[in-house]
């Protein structure tokens, strides 16, 4: 189907076929998802590419579409995601409270996605990204807690907020809702005033310094195969306001004549880079495996901003790159702790162990996605990381350039740990009647680990279609060939180094069989200095992995929560105010007030 | 002049191979010989003069390891009670093939000062085999140093076997193990 | 591409030939300033040669994927390593970033198989030898960056070319604090003491080798050998003006490894948390002086 209106429309109504479906039977409705979504895929994916989509309206009132290479790249990755986490419902459904409404959110919230990427409009966009927020409100809280999903509608509404703001002052200016229109009419004060009100946006969305709180807390609690849409695909709703405030309105401020760059994008550099290393600093101390890599979204998310702010063409294909890239990981990361949580019923690193003799494809799954997170050749990560760093060389930006090489240095000990802790390490008694995942769940695995392959490997075909995106922003693309990607300062062949490490690995292989066969020993068949240990337990070390480093900051660690915490708590007290002033129990108070503020409010509109 | 005749080349079996590779490997390992050192008894005060400047047992290419599993050579210096001999039989079972035992001093022999002690075992190849025993109370690094190079001779006329010999009599050894030891239920790492 | 290929296991052996023979002299070297007599100049070569001759034991198919990945991940940053000028196997790829990254997959194998065999004491040394590596690496990376951004190249040869062709100005005379910087945190990456926490055979019991025996040991001596090879020739390429022929590039890598082996030998450990406030404090302090100046004010000897 190649009209965008009727694919939401699609969605919406499979969305209530598939509420029904799940109220008779949770497996059926899953598996109708499965293919809704599908169709949803197929369909982007075989009109889309060639800009071939169906914009017309004709039945929605109010809402107009239209087609751009940035708004689809995002639609088709995140459309993705969806697809590889709608395998997993059929596994996880039966056993959340409100089973039956959650296919139907979840399409919902997918049908927002598409209209939000496909709109040209400010209000219908906000409208699709209430229609987001709202339906993915109710699916958060059937994970573990509650608060999560207030944590998380807290600061999505800050964020909305602030874009609501941002889009009436366009509005103000240029006198048209049009996006395009809009944002280039902006100029002088008013520009930077929607800029910052629109990086607010983006910083709530993308879970970036300071506004970073609820990442953790809602991509932790989360339902299982919630939290990888959470990290992978909604979080990058964030990047693409970023983009709209970053490039599309970047207002003319000062110039830091030494990296050549606007004091507005600078500061979001910086603020990015607080970003990465407080996310890399919280995923090393962080013990349960979900939460740890909700912080490596958030540094990520910081690798993002970085990268949009540096303006030139190198720096914007880093950054697109790197949200395909970490899309894919950090679903594929997401996912493979899903299928352990399901297996063992907890994600706490301290309680699990040696998963890798029970689900070795999981494992693997892991293994792919992390070192493509951790940005290691032969990767997707890698590539977009290149990119970066050379764009943050070539501008000699050394402040920025300190975090975003702690950010990837760093992400090796976090991504570490959940291998180590969780399925290296010694074989957990209580463990040992582990099954690998179903088959229906190793499908989208496969895939991942594929396509993160894929990424890393030709990433040609892809850079190709990122130049059209950078072209349509107004900048030069990168020089891609098939094999070899030219940056500023020298050139990468993906392929080649794929080939060297295949040929190494080959070259280890052989020195490894040639070699005497080694005797297999038992796990507990440990040196031990020659004690006796009978318990594996003893011998997992899992608590506190990196306890020296951690030592380090300990004291350091939460005076962002405690910020919050203050601010909420000031907040309350204002409420309570508002509450003693205006809900007083006696009614004549009640009143006065209304008719108080009815008469200001009509004071003002006279004058 | 060369012959014209034609003469078949010998084919060697794999066994013949196999020794050959044998011969070579044991040049590597007689000179690259890593140690275990078991420091159970008064004996262990004297390998650190053979290690250090004075007498240098690295130039013989050896040198003290962490683990067993790296280690080539058990150094069981001094007297075994009852309790350290489990946990070396332990270590001696997780090194890697081939491995070798050095018993230092007159303890590993027959038991020394401490012969009539219950607590101590009195012949150490009772329980694993060994390949050089260094006597005296203590030996000086002298005769140390000229233990090792006994044990490379040996290794060298392919008579250091006692892995082999282990792994042949694994039951005998295992019986006099469990004569001496008594076989012990283990409750946590603290109890026996 | 074959020929390039081969030609790239040709670097990769020579890098472990070379790196074992001057380890091995390190080490006589080594015994001499302890007033001892010293191994014989080849004792690396029979210790890995035993190594690999010996039956081992194994936990498990992890334990030997993991040094396969590692051993394997090394051998291929290797082949990118150019030697001299000219003398390389993949023309216009030596970028740096190649060397950072692809010979972090075979920390990343070695540290697998490490923990995938259930010891604990692995389990630490690899923490230990991630903490180190986070702790180096930001501000050699600090310093890279300026030369890059100075020689506005990432390849290694062109960063070469770029000091021979202003009169052989190394980057260590250029750039003398960051040249400071790049060397303490070439002690880090070989391991050496003070920087030695991971392995610390009395402490950890050998950190991540633990475990290992026979060939799984002998193999990841080989990696190390040609990892060592490739640190030092980064060093040796990004400080010391690279070589234009082979002899240069040997008494370059001769001096720069016995420089760092003789300061390991009179030093004693630092704790894992020490190395992390070492490292963030003076070396990063520096490496950000040097690139502000360089960068920012173009003051450049």
């Given at each position: 189907m190649a009209s965008v209106e009727l694919l939401i429309l699609f969605l919406v109504g499979a969305g209530v076929i598939a509420y029904i479906l799940t109220r008779f039977n949770t497996f059926l409705g899953s598996i109708f998802t499965i293919f809704a979504v599908m169709f949803v895929f197929v369909s982007l994916a075989g009109y889309g590419f060639g800009m071939?989509?169906?914009?017309?309206?004709?039945?929605?009132?109010?809402i107009s579409f239209t087609e751009t290479y940035l708004g689809f790249y995002f639609a088709i990755i995140i459309v993705f995601v969806y697809l590889m986490v709608s395998f997993f419902h059929p596994y996880y459904?039966?056993?959340?409270?409100?089973?039956?409404s959650y296919n139907l959110l979840f399409l919902l919230s997918l049908a927002g996605i598409l209209g939000a990427f496909y709109t040209d409009n400010f209000l219908n966009l906000f409208f699709f990204f209430e229609l987001i927020i709202w339906t993915t409100m109710f699916l958060i809280?059937?994970?573990?807690?509650k608060e999560a999903a207030v944590s998380y509608f807290g600061f999505s509404i800050a964020g909305s907020v602030a874009m609501l703001i941002g889009i009436f002052i366009t509005y103000n200016v240029?006198?048209?809702?049009?996006i395009y229109q809009g944002l280039a009419a902006l100029s002088g004060t008013n520009a930077i005033f929607v800029f910052v009100l629109f990086i607010i946006a983006a910083f709530a969305k993308l879970g970036s310094?300071?506004?970073?709180?609820?990442l953790p807390i809602a991509h932790g609690n989360a339902p299982h195969p919630f939290s990888p849409v959470l990290s992978g695909?909604?979080?990058?709703l964030g990047a693409f306001i970023g983009v709209l405030a970053l490039i599309?309105?970047?207002?003319?401020t000062g110039l830091f004549t030494a990296m050549d760059l606007p004091i507005g994008q600078y500061v979001v550099a910086i603020l990015g880079s607080m970003s990465i290393v407080f996310g890399t600093l919280m995923a090393i101390k962080e013990d349960d495996a979900k939460k740890l890599l909700a912080y490596s979204s958030m540094s990520h998310g910081g690798y993002i901003l970085v990268a949009f702010s540096i303006l030139n063409g190198i720096a914007f294909a880093g950054g697109f790159y790197h949200i395909l890239a970490h899309a894919l990981a950090s679903a594929g990361a997401f996912m493979a702790i899903a299928a352990v949580a399901r297996a063992?019923?907890?994600?706490?690193m301290k309680e699990l162990g040696g998963m890798i003799h029970k689900m070795p494809i999981t494992y693997l799954a892991y293994l792919i996605a992390i070192i493509s997170m951790a940005g290691i050749?032969?990767?997707g990560g890698f590539i977009s990381k290149w990119l970066i760093f050379q764009a943050v060389i070539d501008k000699g930006m050394i402040f920025v350039g300190i975090a975003v090489f702690f950010g990837s240095v760093g992400s090796f000990l976090y991504v570490f740990r959940p291998l180590a802790?969780?399925?290296?390490?010694q074989e957990l008694t209580e463990y040992k009647k582990v099954k690998e995942a179903p088959l229906l769940m190793l499908i989208p695995t496969f895939i991942l680990m594929g396509l993160n392959v894929y990424t890393g490997v030709f990433p040609g075909g892809i850079l190709k279609f990122i130049n059209n995106i950078i072209v349509e922003l107004g900048y030069t693309g990168i020089e891609v060939s098939t094999y070899e990607i030219n940056g500023t300062n020298g050139i990468l062949n993906p392929a080649l180094i794929g080939l060297i490490f295949a040929v190494g690995s080959g070259i280890a292989f052989l020195i490894f069989i040639v070699l005497k066969k080694s005797r297999k020993v038992e796990l507990?068949?440990?040196?031990?200095?020659?004690n006796f240990v009978h318990d594996e337990h003893l011998l997992h070390?899992?608590?506190?992995?990196y306890a020296p480093l951690e030592r380090l900051y300990e004291k350091q660690s939460n005076w962002m929560t405690k910020f919050y915490t203050a601010l909420a708590e000031k907040v309350r007290e204002l409420g309570k105010l508002g509450k003693y002033l205006f809900?007083?129990?006696n009614i004549s108070t009640t009143v006065f007030w209304i008719v108080a503020i009815i008469i200001f409010l009509l004071w003002g509109e006279v004058l | 002049m060369l012959s014209t005749k034609y003469t078949e080349k010998t084919k060697l079996t794999k066994d013949e191979i196999d020794r050959k590779w044998w011969e070579v490997g044991d040049y590597f390992r007689r000179n690259s010989l890593w140690l275990l050192m078991y420091?159970?008894?008064?004996?262990?005060?004297?390998l650190p003069p053979s290690m250090?400047?004075?007498?240098?047992?690295?130039?013989?290419?050896m040198g003290p390891m962490a683990t067993p599993r790296q280690a080539d050579i058990l150094l069981v210096s001094g007297y075994l009670s009852l309790k350290t001999l489990r946990r070396l039989i332990y270590t001696y079972e997780q090194m890697s093939e081939p491995k070798y035992v050095i018993g230092l001093g007159s303890c590993p022999i027959n038991?020394?000062?401490?012969?009539?002690?219950?607590?101590?075992?009195?012949?150490l190849d009772q329980y694993i085999p060994v390949d050089v025993y260094v006597a005296g109370?203590?030996?000086?690094p002298e005769s140390i140093l000229n233990g090792f190079v006994d044990l490379m001779e040996s290794i060298k006329n392919k008579t250091a076997n006692s892995w082999k010999k282990y792994r042949d009599n694994n039951e005998w050894y295992k019986q006099n193990q469990k004569d001496a030891l008594g076989e012990v239920i283990i409750h946590d790492e603290f109890h026996e | 591409m074959i020929l390039n290929i081969l030609i790239g296991i040709g670097i990769a052996f020579f890098g472990f030939v070379l790196q074992t023979s001057i380890a091995g002299i390190n080490r006589k070297i080594v015994g001499r300033l302890q007033k001892r007599h010293g191994p014989r100049w080849y004792q690396e070569f029979i210790d890995i040669f035993k190594l690999l001759s010996k039956r081992s034991i194994t936990h498990g198919w992890i334990f030997d994927f993991g040094v396969i990945m590692a051993l394997g991940g090394i051998i291929a940053t290797a082949?990118?390593?150019?030697?001299?000028?000219?003398?390389?196997?993949?023309e216009n790829f030596d970028n740096f970033f190649i060397f950072v990254y692809l010979i972090a997959v075979g920390m990343l194998g070695m540290a697998m198989s490490a923990s995938g065999s259930g010891n604990p004491w692995a389990s630490i040394g690899v923490m230990r030898a991630l903490t180190t590596m986070l702790a180096y690496e930001v501000p050699f990376l600090i310093v890279v960056l300026t030369i890059i951004n100075l020689t506005?190249?990432?390849?290694l040869t062109e960063i070469m070319l770029y000091q021979q062709a202003s009169?052989?100005?190394w980057f260590l005379i250029a750039l003398p604090i960051g040249g400071l910087v790049g060397f303490i945190a070439l002690m880090g990456m070989l391991g050496k003491?003070?920087?030695?926490?991971?392995?610390?055979p009395a402490e950890i019991a050998s950190g991540p080798m633990v475990e290992y025996g026979g060939k799984q040991l002998g193999m990841l001596f080989i990696m190390n050998e040609i990892s060592a090879f490739i640190e030092v020739s980064l060093f040796v390429h990004l400080f010391l003006?690279?070589?234009?022929n082979i002899f240069e590039f040997l008494i370059k890598y001769f001096v720069v490894y016995t420089l760092a082996n003789l300061i390991s030998s009179v030093n004693g450990r630092f704790k894992i948390d020490q190395v992390v406030k070492f490292f963030y404090k003076w070396p990063l302090i520096m490496a950000v002086t040097q690139a502000v100046i360089a960068i920012y004010f173009g003051w450049v000897i």
């Open positions: 071939n989509m169906d914009t017309t309206v004709n039945i929605l009132p109010g459904l039966s056993e959340y409270k409100y089973k039956n809280p059937q994970g573990k807690s240029s006198g048209t809702f049009s310094f300071p506004l970073h709180i609820w695909a909604l979080v990058k599309r309105i970047a207002p003319a063992t019923g907890t994600t706490k050749p032969p990767m802790a969780l399925f290296l390490g507990m068949d440990t040196y031990t200095a020659a070390y899992a608590v506190d992995f809900m007083s129990k | 420091c159970t008894g008064c004996c262990a005060v004297e250090t400047s004075a007498y240098d047992m690295e130039r013989l290419g038991g020394g000062i401490y012969h009539d002690s219950h607590a101590v075992i009195n012949q109370c203590m030996p000086n | 082949m990118f390593m150019p030697l001299t000028n000219n003398f390389l196997a993949f506005g190249n990432s390849s009169g052989n100005n003491k003070p920087f030695e926490t991971y392995v610390a003006g690279g070589a234009t």
